[in-house]
C-alpha cells in the first residue's frame, strides 16, 4: 500500500503478473520469471502542460500496468487548452479516484516546482518514477521490471533510455565507466542519465532547493539535469541502468523544449554542470523513514505597524494550536524612534517570540541566514496584518 504525506489512498487489489513468455519481449520474459517479487510502493508523478491531445494515452499508459502497489499524482501546470478538466473527467469515467491524484495549478509553476512539491508529499521509501505528461511508457510490465531492480540490485535510483515517437527509433545506451562513477565525474561525462528515471524519495529529498533554483525560480529547462545530477552522485553504484526500452518520448509535441529553448537550455545545462559536487553516502541515511514531525516555524513581517504587529500576535497566541509549532519570529522594521520603542515594548509582551530587526538593506541576508539555520520540517510566512478569528 502506497502512502503519500497530506494525500493519502488505498492501493487496489494487487494484480496478478502473470505474463507469458512464449512471445513476449526479453524484458517482458524477465518479469515474467519474477511473478512473485513483493511490490515496492511507487508513485508515478506525471508534470503535464497543454497536453489534451495526449493525456489518455499518458494515463492510460500507467493505469494498466500489471502491478498493484502504485499511485499516480497527475500535475496540470495551468494548462489554457483544458488539460486539468478533461484529466479530471476521465478519472471520474474510469472510477480513477483511488489511483489518480489530480493536481490543478492556478498559476503556472513548471515541470520542476511540481515535481519538488510532488515527492515531499511521498513517504521516503516510495520508488519515484517521473514520466511528462506527452509521454507514455512502452509497456503493461515496466513497473515490475523498475520494482525488480530496487528488489533484486539494491538501487537506490534507475535511469535508462527510450523510443522516440513517431518513429520508433532508439539509440544503444551509452555505457557509464566505472572511472566515471569511482572519481564522481558526472558532471563532466555525456547526458546518458534519461528516462525512464526513477529513485527513491528520500534521495530527492537531500537535494539542497537552492542547487534547483536559477534567476530566483525552478529551473525550467534541462530541470532533469538539476535533480540527477545530485542523485547520482550521491549514489554511485547504487545508481543502476535498466537496458530495457520502457518509455515513449514523444517528438510529435510542438512545445518540446529543444524546439522552443534551445538557447536556453544550452545555458543551463553549463549552468547546472558547473554547481558543486554532492559527496558519495556509504548508506541510508539513518533518518530516512523515520516518524515525520511536521514541525513548523512562523516568520511574521511587520512594518511601521506595532499595533498591527500586536493584534496579530495575540490572535496566534490564543487561536494557533499544535504541539509541533517550534515557535514564531517577528521580523520588524520601524519608521522612527517611537515605533522603535513599541516593537521593544512588544518584545518584552511577547517573550516566547524572537524578534529580529531589519532594514530595506539588510531584509534579504537576514532572512536567508534565518532560513538556512531552520530545522523544521515547515516554515509559513505572514504579515502582521493577520489576525485569526477561529482556532487552527
Known amino acids: 500500500m502506497v502512502f503519500l504525506r497530506k494525500v493519502m489512498f488505498h492501493a487496489s ?4 503478473i502473470t505474463a507469458s513468455v512464449c512471445g513476449a519481449s526479453a524484458d517482458q520474459a524477465v518479469v515474467a520469471q519474477d511473478a512473485m517479487l513483493p511490490e515496492k510502493p511507487i508513485v508515478v508523478i506525471i508534470p503535464s502542460y497543454n497536453n489534451s491531445q495526449w493525456y489518455q494515452k ?15 499524482i497527475y500535475l496540470d501546470d495551468c494548462s489554457p487548452d483544458g488539460t486539468g478538466q478533461l484529466v479530471e473527467n476521465y478519472i471520474k469515467e474510469r472510477h480513477l479516484e483511488n489511483k489518480v491524484t489530480l493536481i490543478r495549478n492556478t498559476v503556472r509553476r513548471g515541470a520542476l516546482a511540481n515535481i519538488y512539491s510532488a ?13 511528462d505528461g506527452d509521454d507514455w511508457v ?41 572511472v566515471i562513477v569511482n572519481y564522481n565525474m558526472f558532471r563532466e561525462w555525456d547526458w546518458i542519465t534519461s528516462h525512464l528515471r526513477t529513485f527513491y524519495a528520500w534521495l530527492f529529498k537531500k537535494i539542497k532547493l537552492e542547487d534547483f533554483l536559477f534567476e530566483g525560480n525552478f529551473f525550467d529547462v534541462t530541470w532533469d539535469m538539476a535533480f540527477m545530477f545530485p542523485m547520482l552522485e550521491m549514489s554511485g553504484e547504487q545508481a543502476k541502468p535498466i537496458p530495457d526500452i520502457l518509455y515513449v518520448y514523444n517528438c510529435a509535441n510542438p512545445i518540446n523544449d529543444f524546439k522552443i529553448k534551445l538557447i536556453r537550455q544550452i545555458h543551463c545545462d553549463k549552468l547546472i554542470r558547473s554547481m558543486s559536487k554532492y559527496s558519495r553516502l556509504k548508506n541510508v541515511p539513518a533518518e530516512v523513514g523515520a516518524p515525520i514531525k511536521n514541525s513548523a516555524l512562523g516568520i511574521i513581517f511587520s512594518e511601521g505597524c506595532p499595533e498591527k504587529l500586536e493584534a496579530c500576535l495575540s490572535s496566534l497566541k ?8 517550534e515557535g514564531l519570529v517577528a521580523v520588524y522594521r520601524a519608521h522612527d524612534s517611537g515605533q522603535e520603542k513599541q516593537y521593544r515594548e512588544l518584545r518584552a509582551q511577547f517573550s516566547s517570540v524572537s524578534f529580529l530587526h531589519t532594514t530595506a538593506q539588510t531584509l534579504k541576508p537576514l532572512l536567508c541566514e534565518l532560513l538556512k539555520k531552520v530545522q523544521t520540517d515547515y516554515v509559513f510566512f505572514a504579515h502582521d496584518g493577520l489576525v485569526l478569528v477561529d482556532s487552527v
Open 119 to 131: 515527492v515531499h508529499m511521498c513517504d521516503d521509501m516510495t520508488i519515484i518514477i517521473t514520466i
Open 58 to 72: 499518458n494515463i492510460d499508459s500507467i493505469v494498466t500496468q500489471k502491478y498493484g502497489n502504485f499511485h499516480v
Open 318 to 325: 490564543t487561536k494557533l494550536h499544535g504541539k509541533n509549532l
Open 13 to 16: 487489489a494487487v494484480f496478478a
Open 138 to 178: 512502452k509497456h503493461e510490465n515496466v513497473l515490475a521490471r523498475v520494482n525488480q531492480e530496487y528488489t533484486h540490485n539494491g538501487a537506490w535510483m534507475t535511469y535508462g533510455h527510450y523510443e522516440c515517437f513517431p518513429g520508433g527509433t532508439s539509440e544503444p545506451q551509452k555505457e557509464m565507466k566505472p
